[in-house]
């Protein structure tokens, strides 16, 4: 469960998903940034086969895919607000303590 909530893109785009409503590839991208194509491309289909994303596939000239967040997907939805919160709230004492370190770290040779 921790791989498949936690890994490194699936909160972003199922938060965009949930955010933003159906998107198609380009907009998914850009509305998320830093994820190079493939990588998107790998985790929406891995987001969909454990059911957490649907893809739509429009046949038309050209053809059009869409990517939505699922009911399931959206239950995670509290989890991703209290991880907002926590980051809100505790992000600058992470900071902090990150500064602390680099510049012990500094002085010690680490």
């Known amino acids: 469960m921790?791989?498949?909530v936690f890994s490194r893109w699936t909160t972003p785009i199922l938060w965009t998903l949930h955010t933003y409503g159906v998107q198609r590839f380009v907009e998914l991208h850009r509305n998320i940034g830093g994820i190079t194509p493939k990588v998107l491309t790998q985790r929406l289909r891995q987001l969909e086969r454990d059911g957490l994303?649907?893809?739509?596939?429009?046949?038309?000239?050209?053809?059009?895919v869409e990517y939505g967040i699922t009911a399931l997907g959206r239950s995670l939805a509290p989890l991703?607000?209290?991880?907002a919160q926590w980051a809100g709230?505790?992000?600058p004492a992470v900071e902090r303590a990150r500064e602390a370190f680099d510049t012990a770290g500094e002085t010690t040779g680490r």
């Open 89 to 91: 709230e505790h992000l």
């Open 53 to 64: 994303v649907t893809r739509t596939y429009h046949p038309e000239v050209p053809p059009r």
């Open 2 to 4: 921790v791989d498949i």
């Open 80 to 83: 991703f607000a209290s991880l």
